[in-house]
C-alpha cells in the first residue's frame, strides 16, 4: 500500500508539472500571436490600406506588390511565362520573380533574405527592398508596429484604368473552324469588334489582339493582354463538332491548382466566364452547355483572369445561318459586353 501511495504521489507531482508546463507554452504562444499582428504602413502620412495584410517572416516585412507599387506611382506588368512582376518608374525598372530571392533594378541583381511568395491570392514581397528600389526611406517603429515610409510619390495615387483585351480568335492563315459557307475567323472578328464599340461606349478601355484578317499566334495573344496589364482577357470563338447536331453555347476558364499564380486567381476567373455565359444563354437563347475549365494557350498565358467563349456551332446549320446575320452578331456582342460589365462592376 505505502509503495502504491508514492506511485500516486509521483503521478499527482508530474501532472502538476505538466499542467504548469502546458500554461507555460500557452503564454509563449499567445505572446507568438500577438507578435504577428500585422503592421501599419504609412506612405508620406497616409495609412494603406491593402486586402492581404502585411506579414513579417524572418525579420522582414511583405506587402502585396501590386499595392504598394501603385501607391508609390510606378505601373506594374506581370509576364506569366516568366512568372515575374515588373515595376518601372521614370528611368527606374524593377523585376521580382516570383519564389525568388533575387529581383533586379536596371538590370542589377540584389538579395533578398525572403522571396516574393503568393499569399491569399496576393503576390508579397519585401517592403524596404520594394520601397527603396524607387528612393524611398523606410522606418520600423517596434512600440507601434508601424512602418513610416518617406519619399517623392504621389499624394493620391490614380485608380489603376480597367482594360479589356478582346481576341477575335484565329485569322490570316488559320481560319478556324469551317461552316458550310463561312469560316470562323470572320464571324469571330465581327463580334469582337461589336463587342468593343459596345464596351468604349461604356468608357471602358478595349484593345484588341487583332482588328483585321491577319494572323496572331496564341503566345502573342496573350503577352498582348500581359503587356498593357489588362484587367481582363476574353477570347471569342465559335464552336465546332463532327456531327451538325451539336450546338449551344459554353465558355471556358483555366485556374489549376498545379499553377500557384492562376489558382489565385480561380474565383476571378470562374466568375468572369459565369457572367459572359450567363448573358450568352439569356440573349442567344442557345442551349446552355455551361461553364467548363480547359488548359487553352490563352487562358493558361494570361496573367489576369480571363475566359474563352464558344459563342455557338458554325458547324450546326441552324447556327450558322444566325451567325450570318447582322442582328444575331449584334446581339452576340451586347452579351459578352455585358457580361464583361457585370464583372467589372463587382
Not at 502538476?16 to 507554452?25: D, E, H, N
Not at 486586402?51 to 502585396?64: A, F, S
Not at 445561318?321 to 457580361?339: M, P, Y
Amino acid at each position: 500500500m505505502l509503495f502504491k501511495g508514492k506511485i500516486k504521489n509521483q503521478l499527482l507531482t508530474l501532472f502538476v508539472a505538466l499542467v504548469i508546463f502546458l500554461s507555460g507554452l500557452n503564454a509563449l504562444l499567445g505572446q507568438a500571436q500577438a507578435g504577428t499582428v500585422s503592421p501599419t504602413v504609412i506612405l508620406n502620412g497616409q495609412k494603406l490600406f491593402f486586402d492581404v495584410p502585411p506579414l513579417i517572416e524572418n525579420g522582414r516585412t511583405l506587402v502585396p506588390l501590386r499595392a504598394i507599387f501603385e501607391a508609390m506611382g510606378a505601373k506594374v506588368y506581370w509576364d506569366a511565362a516568366a512568372r515575374k512582376v515588373t515595376a518601372t518608374k521614370g528611368n527606374t525598372t524593377v523585376v521580382m520573380p516570383l519564389y525568388s530571392t533575387k529581383p533586379t533594378i536596371n538590370g542589377v541583381v540584389y538579395t533578398l533574405d525572403v522571396p516574393t511568395k503568393i499569399v491569399n491570392n496576393r503576390s508579397l514581397a519585401p517592403l524596404r527592398f520594394v520601397c527603396e528600389a524607387f528612393g524611398g526611406k523606410v522606418t520600423w517603429n517596434g512600440n507601434t508596429r508601424t512602418i513610416k515610409i518617406d519619399g517623392n510619390f504621389p499624394d493620391n495615387p490614380e485608380p489603376q484604368q480597367q482594360i479589356v483585351v478582346l481576341d477575335a480568335g484565329h485569322g490570316g492563315s488559320d481560319p478556324g473552324a469551317r461552316g458550310s459557307s463561312m469560316n470562323e475567323k470572320d464571324a469571330n472578328l465581327q463580334v469582337a469588334l461589336k463587342t468593343g464599340a459596345l464596351l468604349q461606349q461604356r468608357g471602358i478601355r478595349v484593345e484588341y489582339t487583332r482588328r483585321d484578317d491577319s494572323y496572331v499566334s496564341l503566345e502573342e495573344r496573350s503577352s498582348i493582354a500581359n503587356r498593357l496589364n489588362a484587367t481582363v482577357f476574353v477570347s471569342i470563338h465559335m464552336n465546332s463538332y463532327g456531327s451538325s447536331a451539336a450546338s449551344g453555347t459554353e465558355t471556358y476558364y483555366y485556374a489549376p491548382s498545379s499553377d500557384a499564380e492562376l489558382y489565385a486567381q480561380r474565383d476571378e476567373r470562374a466568375r468572369l466566364a459565369r457572367a459572359i455565359q450567363t448573358q450568352l444563354v439569356n440573349t442567344l437563347q442557345r442551349q446552355n452547355r455551361g461553364v467548363k475549365e480547359a488548359n487553352l494557350s490563352v487562358l493558361r498565358n494570361t496573367s489576369m483572369p480571363s475566359a474563352l467563349a464558344e459563342v455557338v456551332f458554325i458547324s450546326n446549320p441552324t447556327e450558322e445561318g444566325l451567325l450570318q446575320t447582322a442582328w444575331f452578331q449584334d446581339k452576340a456582342a451586347e452579351a459578352i459586353a455585358n457580361g464583361i460589365s457585370s464583372y467589372l462592376q463587382k
